[in-house]
Every structure is written in C-alpha cells, then in structure tokens.
C-alpha cells in the first residue's frame, strides 16, 4: 500500500462493538507507513481503551474536544489541518446522524467539520439502524457533501442478527484508504520533475547554493506517481528518501539539472528546483586561500532550465515554481509570461524553504487559484489535480 507511505490518517473511533476491529485496522495503517493518530469518543472507549490504540498507533490518543494540554500542542483545528486523511471505524448510526446535521459537539465531529483533506467513514450498526429510513437519509446527505462510505458488509451480527451493517474488515477499509490517494488522473503521462537546490562550485570545497530543502518537489514527485504518472525526479543534493516508483536521476549543477531533464522523455514538466542563476565563471582548481581582505568572484548566468524545457518541440505541458521575497503575483505573472509557462505555483520564499507547510497560489493564462496553508504531501496532491485539470485530463 505505497500510496499510504508518509500519510497523515486520523483513525477516529465510535461506540460499536466493531470498535475491536479498529486495533487490527490502526496496526495495518501503520504497517503500510502511514502516519496515525487515534480519535475515540467516550463511546468508543467503552469498548477498546486509549492505551490499547497508543500502544499501536505509537502516539497519544485524543478524546476531549477542549484538552488544555493538547490545545498548547497540537489544537484541535491543527489536528484537522494536519491529516490527509480522516477514517472513521467504526462510524455509528448516531456519529452518522450527527455528522450529517454539522454537529461539532465532541473532538471527533469537530475535526470533520475542520478538515481539508477527504473523509471516509466505516458505517457499523445492527441492520434494522441500517436500514432505516432516517440512517439511509443522513448517508445520503453525507454522500452528497463528498464523504466516502467504506462498507458496510452483510452477515451475522454481534447481537444475533443477519444482514446488512457488519463494519467492512481492517484489510477491505485499508485497500479503500489507499485508493483514495490513487486518482489515475495522470495515467500513462510522462513526467519530470526537479527538486532541492543546485550547487555551483567556486572551488573543491566552496559553493553557490541556497535553502531550499526539496521536500516540495518530493511531495510532488509522490502525487504524481499516485495520479498514475511514470516519474523521474531530477534531484539537487537534499536529505530526503527517494518516493518508491519514482526514478531518481541526482545532480549537483544547473548545467547537470538541464542535461539530465533534456535527456529525459517528457509529456509533463515542472520545474520545481530552486536553481542557481549565477555560477563562478572559473571555479578554482585548489581551495581559495584567505590572503586578501577582499575576494572577487567574477559570475555568470546559468542556463534557464525552465524556460529550456518550455522550448522544447514538441513542447511538454511546463509548470514552474516562483519563491518570491515581494511583489508574489506580478512575478509570477511575468514569470509565466516570459518562460513561455502554462502554469506556475508562487509562494513566499521565507515562508516554504526548510517548512514542511506552505500555502500557495497558482497562476495560468487567463485564471489563478489559492491553495491556503496546509502540509506540502496535501498541497502537492491539489497541485498535481490541477495539472491534470489544466491539460483537460481530470
């Protein structure tokens, strides 16, 4: 379950006796590298304690809506932001009434209110609730507002019953979880994408570089192969690990970055490595000594790999990247215009280098979208649906 890898999944928890299945579930998310965080109701912990679902998830159990502990760390509202993903498993016939009218009456309903990223619910209750008029009411309002139904399945029930409302099992709930990171919007599209900074020698132990980490063109890369894309990631010199399905091509110079991108077949391109504009005109062939109060360093331009790129015939879909210090949308915009661009995401250069949040907007021809702050694995997923919307895929 790759397309799980690094995931932030909240794992909210509700009364059923289905709550069992839910340690099972949390053991699975984590196996398939997902990042968990356990939510349970004072319901749920009637059934399956906090300590058990710790122990597992490796993390604190949350449970209270207003904990002044949690909320001088990570408040509730942050916790919402911070997830990919919010699973409920089991999701009760009371969660779901409550859900579908917008109550934010406990932590778990609050969050779901709250989030940005999708949300997915385990229905799991006796088959005359399921049944229901009023249950299948409140699950067609949810569907209508984007919720996902994992389940239910149909057999034999806890208190005797048969039918319909047995909570889908751990294994069915975690293939289910990992679709929803699989769009198959980009299926079959080559793509290349460059990330982290160049570094431009001045002598064997000296460099030209700057701060930019790569984590964004790294959640890029893993959005992309979720999208169905075949990638390679032309990579300056970052501390990262190398997304899975992904070719990995490292490089150390803009001069390198350019032959390794031109080298590459290529249907989409973004530029997405913060690249050097200038290098030494004639880096030393032994380390500088520190003789003089003052230093020369004669620099010239680097190729424009961006705009390189955007020449090509015949001409890939080019997307590029504009970490500003001032002015964000006229150098944006000019950036657009004058690399020949079909898309470009800005963002404030002191406020993404090194983070592992940012916010973003993208500009195009004609029309501009916000992406408001969130992590860079939600953001790349947003900008990658984009890309394929922009080339009239999605």
Not at 206 to 231: Q, T
Not at 300 to 326: H, Q, S, Y
Not at 375 to 380: D, G, M, P
Request: hydrophobic residues 45%; aromatic residues 4%.
């Amino acid at each position: 379950m790759s397309s799980l890898q690094n995931k932030r999944v909240i794992l909210g928890i509700t009364g059923g006796i289905a709550a069992y299945k839910s340690a099972e579930l949390c053991r699975l998310l984590q196996k398939a590298g997902a990042d968990v965080r356990v939510v349970m109701t004072a319901g749920a912990q009637e059934f399956i304690t906090p300590l058990t679902l710790q122990a597992l998830s490796g993390n604190k159990v949350h449970t209270q809506l207003l904990d002044a502990e949690a909320e001088a760390a990570m408040g509730h509202i942050e916790l919402a932001r911070w997830a990919d993903l919010i699973l409920v498993a089991p999701a009760s016939a009371n969660f779901l009434a409550r859900l579908a009218n917008g109550e934010a009456s406990d932590l778990l309903t609050t969050l779901c209110l709250a989030r940005r990223g999708p949300l997915a619910l385990a229905p799991a209750m006796n088959q005359a609730m399921w049944g229901n008029r009023q249950t299948q009411s409140n699950l067609a309002a949810l569907t209508q507002n984007g919720v996902h139904m994992f389940g239910p399945d149909s057999g034999a029930q806890a208190c005797g019953d048969v039918g319909m409302g047995r909570m889908a099992e751990p294994e069915r709930l975690l293939h289910d979880a990992a679709a929803l990171f699989t769009s198959g919007a980009l299926n079959g599209v080559k793509l290349t994408i460059t990330a982290g900074p160049t570094r431009e020698a001045i002598d064997p132990v000296r460099y030209i570089s700057n701060h930019s980490s790569g984590k964004m063109g790294y959640a890029l890369a893993r959005a992309a192969v979720e999208a169905g894309a075949a990638v390679t990631l032309v990579s300056g010199p970052v501390s990262l690990l190398p997304p899975e399905r992904v070719t990995l091509v490292k490089v150390e110079s803009a001069q390198d970055m350019l032959r390794a991108c031109e080298a590459q077949p290529v249907d989409v391109f973004v530029g997405v490595a913060a690249v050097a504009d200038y290098r030494a005109a004639e880096p030393a062939a032994q380390k500088i000594k520190k003789n003089a109060d003052e230093l020369s360093l004669p620099l010239v331009r680097n190729p424009d790999i961006l705009a390189a790129m955007a020449a090509r015939k015949p001409r890939p879909f080019c997307a590029g990247f504009a970490a500003e210090t001032e002015n964000l949308a006229a150098n944006a915009q000019g950036k657009l215009a004058a690399k020949n661009l079909d898309l470009i995401f800005a963002n404030d250069a002191g406020a993404t280098f090194g983070k592992d949040d940012a916010t973003v907007t993208a500009y195009w021809k004609g029309g501009e979208q916000l992406f408001p702050q969130g992590s860079k694995e939600q953001l790349a997923r947003q900008m990658i649906a984009l890309i394929a919307a922009r080339m009239g895929r999605a």
